[in-house]
């Protein structure tokens, strides 16, 4: 079934960036892992996914030690980081996507340091209007990452966003456009993550480098 389910994300990867006129060589595919087992991580291991996604540090740490040989996969922090979990988050993630703070960077950068670690960040954008939403606001972004610039353990790779829940995909592209168009004004050459299991196809066509699938995976 998640083989199946793969191999049909795929096609519609490969659908849209057609439409789009994209390769789907440009566009990352993470497969969230919160909540599946190591059997189930196994399967889309062995089906060629080597980006992982997770949200929570206790059960990364568990499954990062669970694959600590395979040196071929890499690991994403895709949900909200608290400070108090960043030591042990450097410990596993190559990309964390959630800075929204300068107090979060300013962590992420001190532990960095001490393991002789440049850690790649993405800078979290609250391109949503709802009040459970994490982020930057958009208008304050620019001069976030010119702060965060100061710091020597932290590289900015890109930014990341979250869209609002909706009925209809269609209803969430001015959230991605939006971030697109952010990514455009600050530097071009930003990676966009942007995208999840209900609105990933709208996601490429405004721009996305790494969708975050889950649902639409391993339902």
Known sequence: MIAD???RVRERIAAVCLKAGRSPDAVTLITV??????????????????DIGENRIQEALLKYNAFKDRQALKWH?????QTNK???????FDLIHSVDSFRLAGEIDKQAAKISKVQDCLIEVKTSPEATKFG???????????QI???KNIRVKGLMTIAPLVDMPELVRPYFR?????RDEINGELLLSMGMSDDFEVAIEEG????????????
């Open 5 to 7: 389910n793969l191999l």
């Open 149 to 151: 610039a100061q710091f």
């Open 136 to 146: 930057v606001n958009p208008e304050e972004t620019l001069e976030f990452i010119k």
């Open 77 to 81: 922090m895709v949900g909200h980081l």
């Open 208 to 219: 996305a480098n790494i969708i975050r699938l889950g649902r639409v995976i391993f339902a």
């Open 178 to 182: 939006q971030l697109r168009e952010l």
């Open 33 to 50: 892992t919160k909540n599946r087992s190591i059997g189930e991580i196994k399967e889309i291991i062995s089906q060629g996914v080597i």
């Open 86 to 92: 960043v030591k042990d988050a450097l410990k596993i």
